[in-house]
């Protein structure tokens, strides 16, 4: 699906994770009869309920690379199949549950450009000026209803039960909010035993150690942890039920490789929005062009570098932009392709963090897609 010269590009409408939800939806024998994609784990076919578990951060490398460490997943059915562009959470996790890639539901980075030279934190949903909740409203933030306008229960964390993002995302969801990882297994064996069809539920403790820590021991231990809550899940499946685990996107180790912008690109940047491995330049008035060239002579060597128009039609974002959500994109985007970052000071939060991701590298877009049966 790509190499280390060439970008990744996510396989959307294939074997990507605007497929997982509808596939899995529809691989049960409670579902209308449907083609079946092949990437589907058999284990998810004909299954009379399906729990699908997001375990956030998780590449498919990172998997592979820690047999020992995850012995249940790496036993489980299935392989990689690709992301978004970017690589990053809010667009992930938004793609996950609409079942579309990002040209289609809006949500299209971390950090957007919003009404001028204001940028979105879209999973804080704050910009410069605060809580945006109520000035940009995240229901209306994105068209597109989860789940095909079905409302499965949702287990996800309590307290971003009211969060901007997870309105935006999971608008009309019914949430069961967990503090523990226990509470994830006993909530979704309740939800099992009370005869839902369909249960998702989203883990983030391998992202947060990654972001924290980087590679290492305590990153080991929590895969190890994600690997028991795996083992768990399957353990409270009634006979003909399957868990279909999915991740959002891997994982780069970038450390304290953060990489200040070149003056001669800062100096025609009007704005930077997006993220340290997927960072977009805002050209000042005018100075697209030389912003462009400028941007290619300093970080060809380490990154993709791509005017806006470059990358959609390179399909990066599964199709063309309406006119509102090119706005929320920047001019020129420095996609890394080594283990970097690209600093912005109007974001002081990422500059303690080691592993990252949004970029289009194989470690962080290609995901893991697993199934096991009850």
């Known amino acids: 699906m790509g190499d280390s010269d060439q970008p990744t590009l996510p396989d959307y409408g294939g074997a990507c994770i605007d497929q997982v939800v509808a596939a899995a939806t529809r691989s049960g024998r409670y579902a209308p009869p449907a083609p079946l994609p092949a990437w589907l784990p058999q284990p998810a076919v004909g299954a009379n309920q399906v729990v699908l578990l997001v375990l956030d951060g998780l590449g498919w490398a990172q998997l592979k690379e820690r047999p020992g460490l995850a012995p249940t997943m790496n036993a489980m059915a299935g392989g990689p199949i690709t992301t978004v562009a970017p690589s990053t959470t809010a667009v ?56 095909a306008g079905v409302k499965p229960p949702v ?37 099992l035993r009370d005869g839902e069809r369909f249960v998702y539920a989203y883990y983030d403790g391998v992202d947060k150690v990654a972001h924290e820590f980087g590679f290492g021991p305590t990153y080991d231990a929590e895969v190890v942890a994600a690997d028991r809550l795996v083992h768990d899940l399957i353990g409270v499946l009634p006979a ?30 009007d704005l930077l929005s997006g993220e340290g491995r997927f960072r977009w330049l805002h050209a000042r008035p005018g100075a697209l062009d030389r912003l462009t060239a400028a941007a290619h002579r300093h970080y060809d060597g380490v990154a993709w570098v791509r005017a806006r128009a470059e990358a959609v039609a390179e399909g990066w974002f599964g199709g063309p932009l309406a006119p509102h959500v090119a706005e929320r994109l920047g001019d020129v985007a420095i996609v890394a392709r080594d283990a970097i970052a690209l600093l912005d000071p109007a974001d002081p939060g990422e500059q303690w963090m080691r592993c990252r991701h949004g970029s289009l590298t194989p470690a962080e877009m290609l995901v893991p897609l697993l199934a096991s049966r009850g």
């Open 92 to 147: 992930a996790l938004t793609t996950i549950t609409v079942g579309a890639p990002p040209a289609t539901h809006g949500i299209v980075g971390y950090r957007m450009r919003v009404e001028g030279h204001r940028v979105l934190n879209v999973l804080r949903w704050k910009t410069g000026d605060g809580d945006a909740r109520s000035e940009i409203p995240p229901e209306g933030f994105q068209p597109l209803a989860p789940f």
């Open 240 to 269: 003909g039920a399957a868990l279909v685990v999915v991740s959002d996107h891997g994982q780069v180790d970038v450390g304290d490789r953060v990489v200040t912008l070149h003056p001669e690109v800062a100096d025609l940047t």
């Open 155 to 191: 287990v996800t964390r309590a307290d971003v039960a009211e969060s901007g993002f997870t309105r935006a995302h999971m608008a009309g969801g019914r949430l069961y909010g967990w503090r523990m990882p226990s509470t994830i297994v006993a909530t979704v064996a309740a939800l």
